[in-house]
Protein backbone atom coordinates (compact mmCIF):
# COMPACT_ATOMS: atom_id res chain seq x y z
CA UNK A 1 0.00 0.00 0.00
CA UNK A 2 1.32 3.36 -0.68
CA UNK A 3 2.09 5.92 1.79
CA UNK A 4 -0.67 8.54 0.31
CA UNK A 5 -2.85 6.09 0.05
CA UNK A 6 -2.26 5.61 3.90
CA UNK A 7 -2.66 9.36 4.08
CA UNK A 8 -6.35 8.92 2.17
CA UNK A 9 -7.49 6.66 4.62
CA UNK A 10 -6.72 8.48 7.92
CA UNK A 11 -8.33 11.46 6.19
CA UNK A 12 -11.31 9.65 5.67
CA UNK A 13 -11.60 8.54 9.27
CA UNK A 14 -11.46 11.71 10.63
CA UNK A 15 -13.99 12.93 8.44
CA UNK A 16 -16.12 9.83 8.92
CA UNK A 17 -16.28 10.62 12.74
CA UNK A 18 -17.39 14.35 11.59
CA UNK A 19 -20.37 12.71 9.28
CA UNK A 20 -21.44 10.38 12.29
CA UNK A 21 -21.19 13.64 14.81
CA UNK A 22 -23.21 14.90 12.07
CA UNK A 23 -25.58 12.55 11.93
CA UNK A 24 -25.45 11.91 15.41
CA UNK A 25 -24.53 8.34 14.70
CA UNK A 26 -22.69 7.58 17.83
CA UNK A 27 -21.88 4.30 18.29
CA UNK A 28 -20.51 4.76 14.91
CA UNK A 29 -18.55 7.48 16.21
CA UNK A 30 -17.59 5.67 19.21
CA UNK A 31 -15.87 2.53 16.93
CA UNK A 32 -13.59 5.00 15.29
CA UNK A 33 -11.77 5.53 18.38
CA UNK A 34 -9.20 2.94 20.10
CA UNK A 35 -10.78 0.90 22.54
CA UNK A 36 -7.96 1.37 25.03
CA UNK A 37 -6.10 4.68 25.80
CA UNK A 38 -7.83 7.62 23.69
CA UNK A 39 -8.17 10.49 25.09
CA UNK A 40 -9.42 14.01 23.99
CA UNK A 41 -8.99 17.24 25.37
CA UNK A 42 -10.48 20.65 25.35
CA UNK A 43 -7.98 23.00 26.35
CA UNK A 44 -10.29 25.81 26.09
CA UNK A 45 -12.11 24.46 29.43
CA UNK A 46 -8.63 22.36 30.68
CA UNK A 47 -11.04 19.14 30.22
CA UNK A 48 -9.81 15.93 29.47
CA UNK A 49 -11.95 13.07 28.25
CA UNK A 50 -10.27 9.25 29.33
CA UNK A 51 -11.75 6.84 27.35
CA UNK A 52 -14.20 6.68 24.23
CA UNK A 53 -17.38 5.86 26.38
CA UNK A 54 -16.70 9.41 28.04
CA UNK A 55 -16.46 11.81 25.29
CA UNK A 56 -19.50 9.97 23.31
CA UNK A 57 -21.45 10.69 25.96
CA UNK A 58 -20.14 14.39 26.62
CA UNK A 59 -21.22 14.50 22.92
CA UNK A 60 -24.37 12.43 22.73
CA UNK A 61 -26.14 14.68 25.95
CA UNK A 62 -24.00 18.16 24.59
CA UNK A 63 -27.52 20.53 24.85
CA UNK A 64 -29.24 21.67 21.31
CA UNK A 65 -29.30 20.68 17.87
CA UNK A 66 -26.30 21.00 16.10
CA UNK A 67 -25.30 20.92 12.36
CA UNK A 68 -21.60 19.89 10.93
CA UNK A 69 -20.20 21.09 8.00
CA UNK A 70 -16.32 19.55 7.20
CA UNK A 71 -14.44 22.60 5.79
CA UNK A 72 -10.78 21.54 5.58
CA UNK A 73 -9.03 18.11 6.45
CA UNK A 74 -5.29 18.00 5.96
CA UNK A 75 -2.79 14.85 6.93
CA UNK A 76 0.78 14.25 7.64
CA UNK A 77 2.03 10.56 8.37
CA UNK A 78 5.04 9.23 10.75
CA UNK A 79 6.35 7.10 9.00
CA UNK A 80 8.45 5.45 12.35
CA UNK A 81 5.68 5.19 14.44
CA UNK A 82 3.35 4.58 11.67
CA UNK A 83 0.57 6.63 12.62
CA UNK A 84 -1.19 9.70 11.21
CA UNK A 85 -1.90 13.57 12.05
CA UNK A 86 -4.72 14.95 10.89
CA UNK A 87 -6.37 18.28 11.47
CA UNK A 88 -10.07 18.99 10.55
CA UNK A 89 -11.70 22.47 10.67
CA UNK A 90 -15.62 22.18 11.20
CA UNK A 91 -18.39 25.03 10.73
CA UNK A 92 -21.04 23.96 13.32
CA UNK A 93 -24.28 25.99 13.89
CA UNK A 94 -26.62 25.05 16.91
CA UNK A 95 -29.74 25.63 17.86
CA UNK A 96 -29.80 25.81 21.88
CA UNK A 97 -32.58 25.14 23.92
CA UNK A 98 -32.65 28.87 25.65
CA UNK A 99 -33.51 29.75 21.78
CA UNK A 100 -29.98 30.67 21.21
CA UNK A 101 -28.31 29.91 17.26
CA UNK A 102 -24.50 29.83 17.71
CA UNK A 103 -22.46 29.71 14.75
CA UNK A 104 -18.28 28.56 15.30
CA UNK A 105 -15.78 26.42 14.11
CA UNK A 106 -13.88 23.79 15.97
CA UNK A 107 -10.48 23.10 14.79
CA UNK A 108 -9.71 19.67 15.97
CA UNK A 109 -6.33 17.60 16.04
CA UNK A 110 -6.02 13.91 15.75
CA UNK A 111 -3.93 11.13 16.04
CA UNK A 112 -4.44 8.18 14.04
CA UNK A 113 -2.79 4.74 14.58
CA UNK A 114 -1.63 2.15 11.93
CA UNK A 115 -5.45 0.32 12.31
CA UNK A 116 -7.23 3.59 11.70
CA UNK A 117 -8.39 4.19 14.73
CA UNK A 118 -8.25 7.62 16.49
CA UNK A 119 -6.12 7.25 19.69
CA UNK A 120 -6.67 10.83 20.41
CA UNK A 121 -8.26 14.59 19.67
CA UNK A 122 -7.62 18.09 21.33
CA UNK A 123 -10.41 20.35 20.13
CA UNK A 124 -10.05 24.27 20.08
CA UNK A 125 -12.95 26.07 19.65
CA UNK A 126 -14.17 29.87 18.17
CA UNK A 127 -17.39 31.52 18.13
CA UNK A 128 -17.98 33.64 14.92
CA UNK A 129 -18.10 37.19 14.98
CA UNK A 130 -18.17 40.37 12.91
CA UNK A 131 -14.83 42.04 12.38
CA UNK A 132 -14.33 45.16 14.49
CA UNK A 133 -15.06 48.64 13.14
CA UNK A 134 -11.48 49.64 13.94
CA UNK A 135 -10.33 47.36 11.31
CA UNK A 136 -12.95 46.64 8.53
CA UNK A 137 -10.62 48.91 6.33
CA UNK A 138 -8.00 46.52 6.35
CA UNK A 139 -9.47 43.61 5.64
CA UNK A 140 -11.88 41.98 2.96
CA UNK A 141 -15.20 40.03 4.21
CA UNK A 142 -15.60 36.75 2.57
Known sequence: MSADTDVERAKAVA?????HFHA????????????????????????????????????????GQHRIEIQDVKCEADRWDH?????????????????????????????IDSDEKITSITEYWADCYDAPDWRKHLVERY
Open 24 to 63: QEWNQAEMLLAEEGFEACWPQSREKFLGRSNFIEVNRTYP
Open 83 to 111: TYSVVTVVRIESKMPDGKDLKLFATSFFE
Open 15 to 19: TRFWN
